[in-house]
């Protein structure tokens, strides 16, 4: 009979532990994915950030050696991504090509200025340090004048603004969720074993010392839950990365560095905190309330 019972018990000890490494593999899967779609979104804003040009329009009188060293010295400034020097008899055959006729017949002469198109570093790219470098450029003695799309950066910064917020907000919301799963599946582990909990106790232990086994024991099931949710994770990046090669998944390897630290970190502070508060609801419970 007793053999029976110890048979019984240990069948529902595993089921309990299957049950917390499914439940925090599960959800942990699911804040890889968060986390994935927060960097990527980060890039992608960056992307159209960088894709905003700034349009230096150059003195007539500037000679080529002052241009070449004008790029040079903008090409070391720490706002540039990369810049592009447009004469002026490029930018007559894009406009005639655009209007569909070549308008320097009708004028006799080019008006058009030489120019350079800047693309900012993204984090240049916001109304008010735009604004602020017009002002310097429209300073320089090369430069009569400087133009961007301003409601384009204004609009731009918004909206990325706007998604930012609600990533953040869908963030939290995940977060509270899985802690309360696996703060669930962890408590109805440590209930089975409510009663040797209070057997301890009565006999001396202190509440670390019962405490210290249950934690050890939620971070092993919290590190191969995270383990399982790395390998389902890994596959969702191959095949995004196989049917959608421009966002270049598999080759950010920083990201997925702290996409990986990340997801192992939260398992074992999740189940850390989930354990200790469980346990220690047991451990508060007198003996006539380990029944109910």
């Known amino acids: 009979m007793t053999n029976s019972y110890d048979s019984f018990q240990k069948r529902r000890l595993r089921s309990s532990y299957a049950s917390v490494i499914i439940s925090i593999a599960i959800v942990l899967f699911m804040i890889g994915i968060l986390g994935l779609i927060l ?144 703060n669930s599946s962890i408590r109805l582990s440590i209930y089975s074993k409510r009663f040797n909990i209070k057997t301890m106790q009565m006999v001396g232990a202190t509440k670390n010392f019962i405490r210290k086994p249950f934690i050890w024991q939620s971070i092993k099931l919290g590190l191969i839950g995270a383990l399982i949710a790395l390998v389902f994770l890994g596959f969702v990046i191959y095949y995004i990365d196989k049917y959608i090669p421009s966002l270049e998944l598999a080759k950010d390897y920083l990201s997925l560095v702290y996409l990986c630290a990340g997801i192992i970190v939260s398992s074992l502070i999740i189940t850390w905190v989930s354990t200790y508060f469980a346990t220690q609801r047991f451990l508060n419970l007198q003996t006539n309330e380990l029944y109910y």
């Open 39 to 182: 960097l990527k979104s980060t890039k992608v804003a960056n992307h159209f950030k960088e894709e905003v040009v700034m349009s230096l329009f150059l003195k007539d009188d500037v000679t080529k050696d002052q241009i070449s060293s004008f790029r040079e010295s903008l090409i070391k400034e720490p706002f540039t991504k990369d810049l592009y020097f447009i004469s002026k008899e490029e930018a007559a055959k894009t406009y005639s090509k655009d209007l569909g006729e070549d308008f320097l017949d009708f004028l006799g002469t080019n008006p058009l200025k030489n120019g350079i198109d800047l693309h900012l570093n993204a984090d240049y790219v916001t109304p008010d340090l735009m604004q602020e470098l017009q002002q310097k450029f429209l300073k320089n003695a090369y430069i009569i004048d400087v133009s961007y799309d301003k409601n384009l950066v204004e609009q731009l910064t918004k909206n990325i603004q706007r998604i930012s917020f609600w990533l953040l907000v869908l963030s939290g919301f995940f977060v509270v969720v899985s802690i309360i799963l696996i």
